[in-house]
């Protein structure tokens, strides 16, 4: 009786860890699309693979010696000579640009994965009576921000954006930002320390000095709803946030609505949507000059409208049905030494290749919340995107804070996202296998999701079950989380992992719910650019790729709810479990482009098919 007592106590634990209530999710501040002083270009950086700057042995604080986020000029200290010395010098330390990833920036840093520090000097603007902020878009993966030698904020969580305010830290003249990255993963991490891509460790996207009057808005949504209304709210940050007048405004569309927050802060807007409303679709993505204002502060945003549902085992987009014709993506630009560094140039290069070359519609973005350029991007060009969390293969599913940290991802990436037109499905992770508390852990995250964004649908990568009939194989898809999702998605690889053949692929038979739409989110094989067989016998061929990618669609055209795709993966990407020293040397090749972006056979393939479906 005191073990199972002793068992309702933790379960009830982890019950409760599950349902914190979403507004506990949303972070401090936001300051989404806002626009600010930008940090990016040389930092000096410092190594500490023993961590000697945050922590002394056997946990003690770190001696001073040591400590990289001091506010001090090492050189003159030293100058003066005395018994006092140091072990670093930020302001003499190499160069890095910034943002990036360390990985690529210097050949000793390939595979380097612990804590690196960094420091930029900058010279903030007058605050007159307005509040400072550091906005980081992305650090990877811990970050222990501190200015003036003075700590001012901590962010766990590789690939979404955090706020710290620095109002009452900033000085007159130059200040000294330091920021520790720590890229070391582990157990209880999201994702854990054994993933199927490269470490990319570093401040590896944009650092922004925002700046907002004493009351700000630090939040504001539009959306188009089901019925067809004009649905958003306005929140106001600050000691006067309560009782404000605030204005929306689509000029376009000749729509004004004033409202007033209410003692939170807050102000919601809902009206019938404006008889001349474009909607958004691949086909034609319109976007509106959407204006947010009070007496003294004014954001805008560039907001397509549409609607997004599922209708037995239809995807309907605008209420009509639609087909994804689309590729996986990981956040990597085109080239031989790639370092995620994602700009619009290097995002629309991939998009385009997804979007002209292939005649896609949709980009599943994995295996993370990817930067805003890319999603701001699709929004523009006209790209469906499946959004993802790095709930990757495994993690601590019985822990609650483990869990914890999982929703703060999923809601930094609903909140960052949310006017995002671009963006059709919430993904709570990828291939986890089926357990008791892994079902428990995805399902508090699709409640999750479903109390902080009902307008989107949800989805999962899942695994698929495989017996035997009648001597014939037959694929299954058996997973308890199905009932917590919109959209089925399976990770299939038969013909590449695994004793099958690519003949057997055409005949192979799903037994799959037919009641929901299926996608089929991965299926790949890999093949290194420039090496052909044409026995298409030989694994790593192009020849092999494109037979894999002829015998898996003509599988795929015999599901009859199969709704969409998006094979592994438009590019060859970095992976330090990839190491044939002829075909992978640190490389996944199930590309269909190089890394340097030279189009193997299987891409032509893909983008006749989905030409084919466009009629």
Request: hydrophobic share 40%; glycine share 8%; proline share 5%.
């Amino acid at each position: 009786m005191r073990i199972m007592r002793a068992l309702m106590a933790m379960v009830l634990v982890w019950l409760v860890a599950g349902t914190v209530a979403a507004q506990d999710l949303r972070p401090r501040v936001l300051l989404t699309g806002r626009s600010g002083d930008d940090l990016s270009g040389q930092w000096t950086y410092s190594k500490d693979l023993y961590r000697t700057g945050l922590t002394d042995i056997n946990g003690w604080v770190a001696k001073s010696r040591m400590q990289r986020y001091r506010d001090v000029d090492v050189a003159a200290e030293e100058a003066r000579g005395g018994a006092t010395f140091f072990e670093f010098d930020l302001d003499r330390g190499p160069q890095m640009g910034i943002p990036g990833a360390w990985n690529s920036a210097e050949a000793e840093l390939r595979y380097y994965n612990g804590l690196i520090w960094f420091q930029r000097k900058f010279t903030p603007q007058a605050l007159e009576g307005r509040r400072a902020f550091l906005r980081f878009e992305a650090v990877n993966y811990r970050a222990y921000v501190y200015l003036n030698g003075k700590e001012v904020g901590r962010h766990e969580g590789g690939f979404t954006p955090f706020v710290v305010e620095i109002t009452d830290a900033l000085r007159s003249g130059e200040n000294r930002l330091t920021v520790g990255v720590d890229s070391r993963h582990d157990d209880q991490s999201i994702p854990t320390e054994i993933t199927d891509w490269d470490l990319y460790g570093g401040i590896t996207r944009p650092v922004r000095v925002i700046y907002t009057p004493a009351t700000f808005i630090d939040d504001a949504t539009l959306e188009l709803t089901g019925d067809g209304r004009l649905a958003g709210g306005i929140q106001l940050s600050g000691p006067g946030a309560a009782g404000q007048a605030v204005t929306l405004t689509v000029a376009r569309l000749g729509v004004t609505v004033r409202a007033t927050t209410d003692a939170t802060g807050y102000a919601a807007f809902d009206l019938k949507a404006p008889r001349g409303l474009q909607r958004w679709s691949p086909e034609t993505p319109v976007l509106y000059d959407v204006g947010f204002a009070t007496a003294d502060d004014r954001v805008s945003d560039r907001i397509g409208f549409r609607t997004i549902a599922v209708k037995g085992n239809e995807i309907l987009l605008n209420g009509k049905p639609v087909f994804l014709r689309g590729v996986s993506m990981h956040e990597e630009e085109l080239g031989s030494n790639p370092g995620r560094i994602i700009n619009e140039a290097s995002a629309r290069a991939l998009l385009s290749e997804i979007k002209y070359g292939l005649n896609g519609n949709y980009v599943r973005l994995s295996h993370y919340p990817h930067s805003e350029v890319t999603v701001r991007l699709a929004d523009e060009m006209g790209l469906l995107v499946w959004s993802e969390i790095p709930v990757y293969w495994t993690a601590d599913w019985d822990n609650p804070a483990v869990l914890d940290k999982a929703r703060r991802v999923q809601a930094e990436t609903i909140y960052r996202d949310r006017n995002r037109a671009s963006v059709i499905i919430w993904s709570i992770g990828n291939e986890t296998p089926v357990s008791e508390p892994r079902t428990r852990f995805h399902s508090a995250l699709s409640d999750t999701v479903r109390s902080l964004d009902p307008s989107r649908l949800i989805g999962a990568a899942l695994l698929v079950e495989r017996k035997t009939v009648d001597g014939h194989p037959v694929i299954e898809i058996a997973d308890p989380l199905l009932p917590k999702l919109d959209v089925m998605a399976v990770n299939t690889y038969a013909g590449w992992y695994g004793d099958d053949g690519l003949d057997d692929l055409p005949g192979m038979v799903w037994d799959v719910p037919a009641d929901k739409p299926l996608i089929f989110s991965e299926f790949g094989a890999d093949a290194l650019a420039g090496y052909f067989d044409p026995t298409a016998t030989h694994k790593f061929s192009e020849d092999y790729q494109a037979q894999y990618y002829r015998r898996t669609l003509a599988m795929a055209d015999r599901i009859g709810n199969l709704r969409g795709m998006s094979p592994w993966i438009l590019k060859d990407f970095r992976s330090p479990r990839r190491e044939h020293p002829v075909y992978q040397n640190g490389w996944n090749r199930k590309g269909l482009l190089s890394e340097t972006g030279e189009r193997k056979m299987a891409f032509e393939i893909l983008a006749d098919y989905y030409k084919d479906k466009l009629h």
